[in-house]
């Protein structure tokens, strides 16, 4: 199981990515924009710097609903792999189906 501050953390870092994302997305555009000038551009870009860094949505990590391992997760079911293989065993998971050939 992860260490409870790192679940935490994460949970931090949704919050703040849900937070600033209207802002934050309104103001890449602007950094996009091919119609504005170069120094209204460079502006923007430096507004977008001053955002926290966890503000990004790249920075957040997918993590296992029940243990928060951070690695071998699947996405759709939210569980990492060794949780994954425990649910399927007992039939909880829907439409999931032991391979045989």
């Known amino acids: 199981m992860a260490k409870k501050s790192m679940i935490a953390r994460e949970e931090k870092r949704r919050k703040l990515v849900e937070a600033c994302a209207d802002k934050r997305n309104e103001v890449k555009s602007r950094v996009t924009n091919a119609e504005l000038s170069v120094e209204e551009r460079f502006q923007a870009m430096l507004d977008l710097q001053k955002f926290p860094r966890d503000a990004s949505s790249s920075r957040v990590r997918n993590r296992c609903a029940l243990t ?3 690695r071998g997760y699947y996405r759709k ?3 990492g792999r060794n949780k994954l293989r425990e649910v399927i065993m007992r039939g909880e998971a829907p439409g999931v189906v032991k391979s045989s050939w």
């Open 77 to 79: 079911f939210g569980l």
């Open 68 to 70: 928060g391992r951070s």
